[in-house]
């Protein structure tokens, strides 16, 4: 029994996935032409280098009412002391972030000394203390280690991507490899659009544990993909009568309950990770999510469908 017709639906499923793609790329584009980001994504500290500071409010069960504005005009006034004859940082370009409705205050902030780092804490007393004690957590990365982690993490990302090509030309012929592919290179560049437009519209940036969660959905989606190909692969063994989509419909339909069933358990535990993991993993946590749907949607719609346009394309060659 076909479940899911996918040799009659294939064109929805390439207009869903080119509409999806192009405001991907759209936002990607955006980002590199605004002129406070001038890259595809919104580099966070770890790329950039510098200052972060985060402070606990002593509020209680609440916390009185605190505008980003407030402090990013209190931070815009603030001289700091030089250190070692360095001019003191400028802080109008200063980011601020509030978290847990207000509780927790996060600051990305240009390199500071510790000295300037404790005159900032103390000048934001007025403004947004007090403060609890030894709830400040202060991490600084320079510059120069800022770009070694990112030339790192750029280089990580390129050497899976060769490795998982290299496997799926020797494991399958050209065009199931190719289409593997296609498939890897539309869920990455989806979640880097969802992210590039987050970073233009709530100026979220990407960190380290950004580059860690495409690895993930790469070896996920190339996992999803080739389990569906083994499948289609093994029906046009069977089922010689048959014509291709009617193979590829019946390839899908077998293994559309267990990639179901696949995505819905690794879905489980990132859900726990955004609902309860705290603000570090959260981000991460939403990045592999939509890395799940995106890569399931790709291996049982995209890569089957293409595969069915790429063989009538050559029968009418």
Not at 254 to 277: Q, V, W
Request: proline content about 4%.
């Amino acid at each position: 029994m076909v479940v899911f017709p996918l040799s009659r639906l294939r064109r929805r499923v390439w207009w869903v996935s080119l509409l999806v793609l192009l405001i991907s790329i759209l936002g990607l584009l955006l980002c590199w032409t605004n002129p406070s980001i001038q890259a595809p994504l919104r580099p966070g500290l770890d790329f950039t280098g510098g200052t972060q500071i985060q402070l606990e409010r002593a509020c209680g069960a609440t916390c009185s009412q605190l505008r980003v504005s407030e402090v990013q005009a209190s931070l815009a006034k603030l001289s700091l002391p030089e250190q070692d004859g360095i001019p003191a940082p400028d802080l109008a370009s200063a980011r601020v972030q509030l978290l847990d409705r207000g509780q927790s205050l996060v600051l990305r902030l240009p390199t500071l000394t510790a000295a300037q780092g404790q005159a900032l804490i103390q000048a934001l007393q007025p403004v947004a203390g007090p403060f609890q004690a030894g709830g400040e957590a202060v991490d600084t990365i320079g510059p120069t280690l800022g770009s070694q982690l990112l030339r790192s993490s750029l280089i990580s990302l390129a050497v899976a991507f060769i490795g998982i090509s290299a496997y799926i030309s020797v494991r399958y012929d050209r065009r199931y490899a190719f289409l593997a592919l296609v498939a890897l290179a539309h869920d990455v560049v989806i979640v880097c659009g969802m992210f590039a437009w987050l970073g233009l519209l709530i100026s979220l940036e990407v960190d380290s544990l950004f580059a860690v969660a495409l690895l993930t959905i790469a070896g996920y989606s190339v996992n999803d993909t080739v389990v569906v190909f083994d499948r289609i692969r093994e029906r046009q063994r069977l089922d010689d009568a048959l014509s291709l989509p009617e193979q590829v419909d019946n390839a899908v339909n077998a293994t559309l309950t267990r990639t179901l069933y696949t995505s819905g358990t690794t879905l489980l535990p990132l859900l726990a990770l955004i609902l309860f993991g705290g603000a570090t993993l959260y981000w991460f946590a939403i990045a592999l999510a939509v890395g799940v749907v995106v890569g399931s949607w790709s291996s049982i719609a995209l890569a089957p469908s293409l595969l069915m346009l790429w063989s009538q394309q050559r029968r009418g060659a």
